[in-house]
């Protein structure tokens, strides 16, 4: 295997020692990430972070295949003769929010930001390719997978369906979600459920449109908006099993142009959440219903429809121990109590096919408006450390026990 000529990509250890994320590489990562965080890109427009990545693993000297499902890039590293083959996992879009956080490294793309950290994912994969690159105490495969498109356009499935596991077969992949709120560097590993599944909801009503001081010759779609968001909010609380989670949120109302005239059509959108299927499949049927009562009630005609998209995150047994190890490899404090998030991830479309797990690391305190997807957002270098040493740290476990 080629090694990188660049010192700052790594400590050269002795024969004793087990590489680590020095003082050095720290700060080559943080200006890495710094570096992405003020160039965002929107999903699916990722070109230029992915021409960014690959040139730092050209200097890592790790060999990759670009255009994996858009944008998507796998670098590879082999060590040894075992077969073992393990794959880590880290997003690089960026989301439609404008930045205030007033940082030298904020946003230079207007209207576009780096609000869920993804800069730091990258960054600190790149991190753990450095120490697997610099360790020579493990043997087997490891596939580093660059992701696109991951906030709602499909990046995982894209990258499945041209192939990731066909050509890179690995048997078992890891990934983590900085979290705010969960304090600077701890781990948390859930046993089982780790985020939510998912759906886009679009509700379109047609009326028919007229003169608004004669509304007795129209079918007014606004008034039977506002009985049907009144309804459907309480799905949740009266149909579904108060032991269940579920989350149905109504966030866009889109009609009328002039305030003189009743409209002809509105456009409802929104998000369903879930941890069982069979929870989704109770809200679909009382949606449907609901919405079959109001175009009834109203005399008007109202067409849900309703994309499922990402999966539940769902650590396996196995692997969620293997992420434990690794915390406690890297030194950090672990958590197992905390509950799951209804936020979704699309790294489940990878545990639908391949054993594994996804983890979260704090991001440290949860300041206003610095949330995720928050205008103030901003990921923690500090946990660079931690993020890219775990990571390296599975992998290693994930090849030792196969």
């Known amino acids: 295997m080629q090694r990188p000529d660049n010192p700052l990509w790594w400590q050269q250890p002795s024969s004793s020692e087990r590489p680590t994320l020095t003082p050095e590489l720290h700060q080559k990562l943080t200006a890495l990430r710094q570096h992405l965080h003020a160039h965002p890109e929107l999903s699916l427009q990722e070109k230029s972070t992915a021409a960014f990545v690959q040139d730092k693993l050209t200097e890592l000297g790790i060999p990759f295949v670009s255009g994996v499902g858009g944008h998507g890039i796998v670098a590879t590293l082999t060590r040894g003769h075992a077969q073992s083959r393990v794959g880590l996992r880290a997003d690089m879009d960026a989301l439609p929010i404008t930045e205030d956080t007033g940082l030298p490294y904020a946003s230079k793309n207007p209207g576009v930001m780096h609000a869920c950290g993804h800069d730091g994912h990258t960054a600190s994969l790149l991190g753990a390719a450095a120490l697997l690159a610099a360790d020579t105490s493990w043997s087997g495969t490891v596939d580093f997978i660059f992701q696109p498109a991951e906030e709602g356009y499909g990046g995982s499935r894209a990258m499945v369906a041209a192939g990731l596991f066909e050509r890179f077969p690995m048997q078992r992949v890891f990934g983590f979600h900085n979290w705010p709120g969960l304090s600077t560097g ?75 005239q009743i409209a002809g059509r509105v456009v409802i959108g929104g998000t369903l959440r879930y941890h069982r299927e069979a929870v989704k499949d109770t809200i679909l049927e009382a949606i449907e219903r609901t919405c079959a009562g109001i175009a009834t009630s109203f005399g008007v005609k109202v067409t849900p429809e309703i994309v499922i998209g990402v999966g539940v995150v769902i650590n396996t047994p196995v692997e969620a121990g293997l992420a434990r190890l690794a915390a406690d490899k890297v030194q950090a404090e672990l958590r197992r109590d905390l509950a799951p998030s209804m936020a979704g991830e699309d790294f489940a479309h990878y545990l639908s096919r391949r054993p594994g797990a996804f983890v979260w690391i704090g991001n440290g305190e949860l300041r206003d408006g610095a949330e995720l997807h928050g205008p103030r957002y901003d990921f923690n270098d500090a946990i660079l450390p931690v993020a890219s040493g775990w990571m390296a740290e599975v992998a290693k476990a994930a090849l030792a026990s196969n």
Request: net charge negative.
């Open 186 to 260: 701890t781990i948390a590993v859930h046993d089982g459920v780790v985020m939510a599944s998912g759906g886009r909801i679009t509700i379109t009503i047609d009326g028919h449109a007229g003169h608004a001081g004669m509304p007795h010759l129209t079918r007014d779609p606004v008034m039977a908006a506002g009985h049907l968001i009144v309804a459907l909010q309480s799905i949740v609380s009266r149909s579904v099993d108060p032991l269940d989670t579920a989350v149905l949120s109504l966030c866009t109302l889109e009609g009328g142009t002039a305030r003189n």
